[in-house]
């Protein structure tokens, strides 16, 4: 599975973007799909995760209440809405997905996923 991660940017703070991870192939609809970040200097980070048959989803601490992830199974695409965004934002985003049969289940551990796509640099000012 290729991912495609795109809508990255530079925002000032407090403002929005909206990353999108694509996948072709019908199959992407049975992928639980994760997105992480990696900012210069730091390890790289879980951010958001999102299960593919009841669109369960789990984020991080540091992104709650101002990220949502959510899906489009019909057009193979996870989205990233990113709201409210803080310099400490600033990074290189990156899609992951795995193959499962269970509906519900996501990860939030990079370890659990098989596929990544290539990144996309977000920038927030400030």
């Known amino acids: 599975v290729q991912l495609q991660a795109s809508g990255g940017g530079l925002v000032q703070a407090g403002g929005s973007l909206r990353l999108s991870c694509a996948a072709p192939g019908p199959t992407f609809s049975s992928y639980a799909v994760g997105w992480f970040r990696q900012a210069p200097g730091k390890e790289r980070e879980f951010v958001a995760a999102i299960s593919w048959g009841d669109s369960n989803t789990f984020y991080a601490d540091s992104v709650k209440g101002r990220f949502t992830i959510s899906r489009d199974n019909a057009k193979n695409t996870v989205y990233l809405q990113m709201n409210s965004l803080k310099p400490e934002d600033t990074a290189v985003y990156v899609c992951?997905?795995?193959?499962?049969?269970?509906?519900?289940?996501?990860?939030?551990?990079?370890?659990?996923?098989?596929?990544w796509g290539q990144g996309t640099q977000v920038t927030v000012s400030s």
């Open positions: 992951a997905a795995r193959r499962t049969s269970y509906g519900s289940v996501l990860f939030f551990q990079g370890e659990n996923y098989n596929y």
